[in-house]
C-alpha cells in the first residue's frame, strides 16, 4: 500500500459508524453542547498518542503494531514477554468487539430504512455483515488496498454532504445554546467531560491502524507517520465540523434522544427520501469500518505466531495469495459472535481494556525505547519528547479514573486473568520467568 490507500484505510477504520451512532451519546453525557470539548480533548490526547505511534512504528515496521514495541521496550526475554502476551490476550477480545461494534451500528442504521425489523433480525443482520467482510479480507493487500480506497470515497462523500447541509441551513444561537451552569468547573462537569472523551476517543481510536499492517505498507518509514498524523488532524476537524453541522439544525435537546441523528438531521432539511439515501450511505461507511478493522488486526496474532509466541494456527499463510488465511477466517467468526453484545458495552469496554493493557503501557515504551534500546533506530522522532507521550498517558488514565467502578473492576479482572494464563503457559513452555537460562544465570 502506498500513502493514500494507507490514508484511506486509516481513516475508514477510525470513522466507521461511529460518529453517526454517537454525538447523542456524546450531548448526553454533559447535557448540552459543551460535551463537544470530548472531541476536543480526545482529539489532543489522539494526536499526542498518535506521535507514540509515529515513532515507534516508524522504527519497527513490520507487522503485529505493539505486540512488537511493547516487547522490544521491555525485554524480548524478560517482562517483554509478559507485555507482549497481554496485548495478545486483549486483541482477542478487542479486535472481534471493535468489528462487532461497527456492524451493530449498521444494524442500528438499518432500522431507519426497515423500522419494523425485530432486534434479533437486527443482530443477524450486524453478524452477516462481519462474514461478509472476512469474504472480502480473503485475498491479497493489493486487491484490500483498492477496495480500501473506493470505500474511503463513501466515507468522504458523506461527512461533506453533512457539513454542506448543516452549513446552508445552521442556526447560531440554536447550535450554542448552553444551558444554566454548563462550565462550571464542579466534579459533575469532570465526571461528564470524562465520559464524553471515552467516547470520542472510540470514534478516533484507528489511527494506529497502519501500524498493524506496518510490514505491507511502502516506504514505511514516511508513510506510516505521515498517515498516523494526517487521519487524526482531518477527522478532528471533520468532527467538529459535522458536530456542530448537526445541532445547528437538529436542537440538542432532540438530538440527545436520537437513534440515528444524521437519517433525523438530513430529514429535518430535505425530506425523508433524501434522509433515506445518505442512511444508504452511511451503511456502506458502517460496512467499510467492519473491513478495515478486521484488516488490521488479523496481522497481529499471525506475526506473533510466526515467532512461536502465539498459537501456530495463526501462522498459516495462503498458498498462493500470501496473506494470513487462518487469521481472518478466526476474526471474523468471533467478530460475528460478539455482534449479540449491545453496542453501549461494547464501547465502554473496548477503551477500558486497551488503555489497561495497551496504551498506557506504549506511552511508557517509548520512553524506554529511547533510554535503553540505542540501537534501534529512530527514522521519525515526536516533537517537543517526551511531552506527547506524558500527556497521552495523563489523558488515558483521566479517561480511566472517571470511567465507572464496574468497568475499572471488568479491566483489572481481565488483566489479572490474563497474567495467570501467560504464567500458567510459561511455565509449560519454560519461557519468562521460568526459562532455564535466566534461572542458571540468576544461581
Not at 470515497?153 to 440554536?174: C, E, K, P, Y
Not at 449491545?342 to 488503555?355: C, D, E, R, V
Request: net charge positive; charged share 10%; with cysteine.
Amino acid at each position: 500500500m502506498g500513502l493514500f490507500p494507507a490514508l484511506a484505510s486509516n481513516m475508514l477504520n477510525m470513522v466507521g459508524v461511529g460518529p453517526f451512532l454517537t454525538i447523542p451519546l456524546i450531548l448526553e453525557a454533559m447535557n448540552g453542547p459543551q460535551a463537544l470539548l470530548g472531541w476536543i480533548l480526545g482529539a489532543l490526547i489522539a494526536l499526542c498518542d498518535g506521535m507514540v505511534w509515529a515513532e515507534l512504528g516508524a522504527a519497527m515496521p513490520g507487522s503485529g503494531g505493539s505486540y512488537e514495541y511493547l516487547q522490544q521496550a521491555f525485554g524480548v526475554r524478560s517482562l517483554g514477554r509478559l507485555m507482549g502476551f497481554l496485548f495478545l490476550w486483549q486483541v482477542m477480545l478487542s479486535a472481534p468487539l471493535t468489528a462487532a461494534s461497527g456492524a451493530v451500528g449498521f444494524g442500528d442504521y438499518l432500522r431507519y430504512l426497515l423500522p419494523t425489523m425485530s432486534g434479533t433480525e437486527l443482530k443477524l443482520v450486524a453478524i452477516v455483515v462481519c462474514i461478509l467482510c472476512t469474504i472480502l479480507l480473503y485475498r491479497d493487500i493489493h486487491s484490500i488496498g483498492i477496495i480500501s480506497a473506493v470505500l474511503w470515497v463513501g466515507l468522504i462523500a458523506a461527512m461533506g454532504i453533512i457539513i454542506w447541509s448543516g452549513a446552508a441551513h445552521f442556526s447560531t444561537a440554536q447550535a450554542f445554546s448552553f444551558p444554566s451552569g454548563a462550565f462550571s468547573l464542579t466534579p459533575g462537569f469532570f465526571v461528564g467531560l470524562g465520559a464524553a472523551t471515552l467516547i470520542s476517543m472510540y470514534d478516533y481510536s484507528g489511527y494506529f491502524n497502519v501500524c498493524l499492517i506496518g510490514g505491507e505498507i511502502r516506504n514505511p518509514t514516511v508513510n506510516i507517520p505521515r498517515c498516523v498524523i494526517l487521519s487524526i488532524v482531518i477527522l478532528a476537524v471533520l468532527y467538529v465540523a459535522m458536530s456542530f453541522s448537526i445541532i445547528g439544525v437538529v436542537p440538542w435537546q432532540d438530538a440527545m434522544h436520537s437513534t440515528a441523528i444524521v437519517s433525523d438531521f438530513m430529514e429535518r432539511i430535505y425530506g425523508w427520501r433524501s434522509a433515506a439515501l445518505m442512511t444508504g450511505l452511511i451503511l456502506w461507511v458502517a460496512f467499510a469500518s467492519v473491513f478495515c478493522v478486521l484488516l488490521g488486526y488479523t496481522r497481529v496474532p499471525f506475526a506473533a505466531a510466526v515467532e512461536g509466541h502465539f498459537f501456530s494456527a495463526f501462522a498459516r499463510v495462503h498458498p498462493t495469495r500470501n496473506f494470513p488465511s487462518f487469521s481472518v477466517v478466526f476474526m471474523g467468526a468471533v467478530s460475528a459472535a460478539a455482534c449479540l453484545i449491545p453496542l453501549g458495552a461494547l464501547i465502554k469496554t473496548l477503551i477500558i481494556i486497551q488503555i489497561m493493557t495497551q496504551f498506557a503501557a506504549q506511552c511508557i515504551a517509548v520512553i524506554l525505547i529511547r533510554r535503553l534500546r540505542k540501537d534501534i533506530e529512530r527514522p521519525f522522532s515526536m516533537p517537543f519528547y517526551p511531552i506527547p507521550a506524558l500527556v497521552a498517558l495523563a489523558g488515558w488514565l483521566f479517561i480511566l479514573a472517571e470511567s465507572g467502578r464496574i468497568y475499572i473492576l471488568s479491566g483489572c479482572g481481565l488483566l489479572i486473568f490474563g497474567i495467570a494464563a501467560y504464567l500458567w503457559r510459561a511455565r509449560r513452555i519454560s519461557a519468562w520467568p521460568w526459562d532455564p537460562a535466566i534461572t542458571k544465570q540468576t544461581v
